[in-house]
């Protein structure tokens, strides 16, 4: 029964493949998104979906590509992943902003 | 744009003695202001949020935070710290964009 699960918890692989890293919701939250936490614990927002929607799409490279098939999923796909792809990832719910945001337990991605 | 800043970067503490984490934000308007505790490996936890009404709020495991819009701040107290309490403290603020932005986050040491 946990609120925002995200699989796989550890994901380490070579450069240049590509993985991806999924995120469910069971609060019945409408916006979820995606956060990237480097080495020095700094929180950067990727995206954030509405209801399917895309509404924030900060400036990460193009081989980052999220999907959302329902508005409990929003996955995060990696294209040609490079060494400084290599972070830990949030996903992220809220129903509206001002409760806050329930965090997933983090995919750490290790890229050698 | 919005912004937020945590003034330390490590804090040190005694067991049992009081805490108090700095946040700071910079934008016109009043946001909503949210503390977030990260234990080692562990996904984000909101232990308070601020959007309306008392400028002091109540928390999770004993904190509260007060908003002072005349310094734009948004400090975290506790008047007794554990060896538990021990973690990463994230201030975050948010503007009803979906787009809540994090601090550069407090980690919290404490001494027996």
């Known amino acids: 029964d946990t609120a925002v699960s995200q699989t796989p918890k550890y994901l380490v692989t070579q450069m240049g493949n590509d993985k991806s890293i999924k995120c469910e919701q069971n609060?019945?939250?409408?916006?979820m998104y995606w956060y990237k936490q480097d080495s020095k614990k700094f929180l950067k927002i990727m995206f954030s979906y509405n209801n399917k929607e895309l509404i924030i799409n900060e400036t990460v490279p193009n081989r980052f590509s999220p999907k959302s098939p329902d508005k409990a999923h929003l996955n995060l796909h990696i294209n040609s992943l490079e060494l400084g792809d290599s972070a830990v990832y949030f996903c992220?719910?809220?129903?509206?902003?001002?409760?806050?945001?329930?965090f997933g337990s983090g995919t750490r991605l290790t890229v050698v | 744009a919005q912004s937020v800043t945590q003034p330390d970067i490590h804090i040190t503490v005694s067991e049992g003695a009081s805490l108090e984490l700095r946040c700071n934000y910079s934008?016109?308007?009043?946001?909503?202001l949210f503390w977030y505790v990260q234990s080692p490996g562990q996904g984000l936890q909101l232990l308070l949020k601020y959007f309306s009404g008392d400028t002091l709020v109540q928390g999770i495991k004993g904190f509260e935070a007060e908003f002072k819009r005349s310094q734009s701040s948004f400090n975290l107290r506790k008047p007794s710290v554990h060896w538990s309490d021990a973690a990463e403290y994230f201030c975050a603020v948010g503007y009803n964009n979906n787009d809540m932005r994090f601090g550069a986050g407090t980690r919290l040491t404490v001494k027996p």
């Open positions: 934008y016109g308007a009043t946001p909503y």
């Open positions: 609060l019945g939250h409408d916006t």
């Open positions: 992220a719910s809220s129903q509206e902003e001002a409760y806050g945001y329930t």
